[in-house]
């Protein structure tokens, strides 16, 4: 199984500023990378899938990047809606797994 | 637009089996870019893909859950539904149902993303 880590576990960011989230995979799973962002209460939400791609709707201040094992999710300009915990999940095999998320705060 | 609604009891007894249906509404199940998956979210362990199906009645497991799991379709209801048996503890969680689409690019390869998921419903096990 591949295992998927996640870092920082939290961050305080001030809105308007800029953050970078790691997810480091245990082995290669090329660019079989997803993010979610989810907000309290509420289920996930699809913003980056094959690393890069932004799903539907999704603003382009939100950013996925990277191959192999090493990935990132930058977000600019953070709004006030996008303190939520982040989420990656990988489908280069089975089973799926996902991260433990990372929780951006307000500062 | 595509919504899912997943319902089922909240609470079972240790050594029950948790029964939960998903009612796809807004589109069809028989989408064959759509794996129907179920997914938990439990403080411990965090988010886990409990397995999904295929319209055509495919289906793929956690082999961590493998033994305990079972997942199917009823396209003519347009809904899935999962069971897990002999629950424990362990298996109190958020469960949800999402659709994992395929976003097949024009060379054939296949890119994955859970795109639409259901409100989520709490099951708790306990005595």
């Given at each position: 199984?591949?295992?998927?880590?996640q870092s920082?576990g939290?961050l305080?960011?001030?809105?308007?500023?800029r953050?970078?989230l790691?997810?480091?995979a245990?082995?290669t799973i090329d660019?079989?990378?997803?993010?979610y962002?989810?907000?309290?209460?509420?289920a996930p939400?699809?913003?980056?899938?094959?690393?890069?791609?932004?799903?539907s709707?999704?603003p382009?201040?939100?950013i996925?990047?990277?191959?192999?094992t090493?990935?990132?999710?930058s977000?600019?300009?953070?709004?006030?809606?996008?303190?939520?915990?982040?989420?990656?999940?990988q489908y280069?095999n089975?089973?799926r797994?996902f991260?433990?998320?990372?929780?951006?705060?307000?500062k | 637009?595509l919504?899912?609604?997943?319902?089922?009891p909240?609470?079972?007894r240790p050594?029950?089996t948790?029964?939960?249906?998903?009612t796809?509404?807004?589109g069809s199940?028989r989408n064959?870019d759509?794996y129907?998956?179920w997914?938990r979210q439990s403080?411990g362990?965090?988010?886990?893909?409990?397995?999904?199906?295929?319209?055509?009645?495919?289906?793929?497991?956690n082999?961590?859950?493998q033994?305990?799991?079972?997942i199917s379709?009823?396209?003519?209801?347009?809904r899935?539904?999962l069971?897990?048996?002999?629950?424990?503890?362990?298996d109190?969680?958020?469960y949800?149902c999402?659709r994992?689409?395929d976003?097949?690019?024009n060379?054939?390869?296949?890119?994955?993303?859970l795109d639409v998921?259901g409100?989520g419903t709490?099951?708790t096990?306990s005595?």
């Amino acid at each position: 199984e591949i295992v998927l880590t996640q870092s920082p576990g939290a961050l305080s960011v001030s809105a308007g500023g800029r953050v970078s989230l790691s997810c480091r995979a245990s082995q290669t799973i090329d660019n079989n990378i997803v993010w979610y962002q989810q907000r309290p209460g509420q289920a996930p939400r699809l913003l980056i899938y094959a690393a890069s791609t932004r799903a539907s709707g999704i603003p382009a201040r939100f950013i996925g990047s990277g191959f192999g094992t090493e990935f990132t999710l930058s977000i600019d300009s953070l709004q006030s809606e996008d303190f939520a915990v982040y989420y990656c999940q990988q489908y280069h095999n089975w089973p799926r797994t996902f991260g433990q998320g990372t929780k951006v705060e307000i500062k | 637009q595509l919504q899912l609604q997943e319902s089922g009891p909240g609470l079972l007894r240790p050594s029950e089996t948790l029964s939960l249906t998903c009612t796809v509404s807004g589109g069809s199940i028989r989408n064959g870019d759509s794996y129907w998956s179920w997914i938990r979210q439990s403080p411990g362990k965090g988010l886990e893909w409990i397995g999904y199906v295929y319209y055509t009645g495919n289906t793929k497991y956690n082999p961590s859950l493998q033994s305990r799991v079972s997942i199917s379709v009823d396209t003519s209801r347009n809904r899935l539904s999962l069971w897990v048996s002999s629950v424990t503890a362990a298996d109190t969680a958020v469960y949800y149902c999402a659709r994992d689409y395929d976003y097949r690019d024009n060379s054939g390869y296949s890119f994955y993303g859970l795109d639409v998921w259901g409100q989520g419903t709490s099951v708790t096990v306990s005595s």
